[in-house]
């Protein structure tokens, strides 16, 4: 569905992203993950259009898109959701589903269900306000909802576990689970979280903003607890108590 060919983004004067190869399939899960400044999010904001790279081009289902414009790729149905949801004061939820279904040209769509896939009661939320009433993991749902109403073909989250509490996280790795096998939507996520690295068919890792692994996520966790196991195997030939299944955490 998508590739990612020799991108390089330079911003003022500091290389960003050097020379990514990257292939997405179509209704995949994928999860980019790696350290802070390691070019996770500035990778995604270049296939959404928000950077213009340096060099290299994408293609997206056969048509180069390198120097599409964000509106120009959302016409294509690839979305961007942030990492903290945009409040509308004076918007309820049902005029927010139903402007995202119609944008999209969608006459079919059931708001009722929309909710109920994302773990929110129709009647407790159609006629409330996205505004500061709302917690952050309702918001988070509610964006994952407009989603949904828009059908993307690609869709591309980043961090969506940022500021929300232990039990609406919990929610919110179960509503993506939902959403992968239930849609044909193709979803990236960018996460540092174990929960949402379980759901991922494939794990992309990235350092010094290049892609330092490109792997399945039994391979990818196995390897992080195999590390996990020998760290504290060190620490205690170090003097450190040794606990198997605290390391294991």
Known sequence: MLQVQNLTLEIEGNRILDDIDLNLDRKKLYVITGPNGSGKSSLAKAIMGMYKPTAGSIIFEDQDITDFNITERANLKIGYAFQQPPRFKGITVEELLELSAKNEGQKDIEICDLLLDVGLCAQDYLHRQVDGSLSGGELKRIELATVLARRLKLAIFDEPEAGIDLWSFQKLAETF?????????????????ERILKLADEVIVMREGTIAEHTTQDKFLSKIARDADCRCRQGCEKGALYDEVECYR
Do not use: F, G, L, N
Request: proline share 0%; charged share 25%; hydrophobic share 35%.
């Open 177 to 193: 689970d939902m959403i992968h096998e239930k849609y044909d939507t193709t979803i990236v996520i960018i996460s540092h979280q």
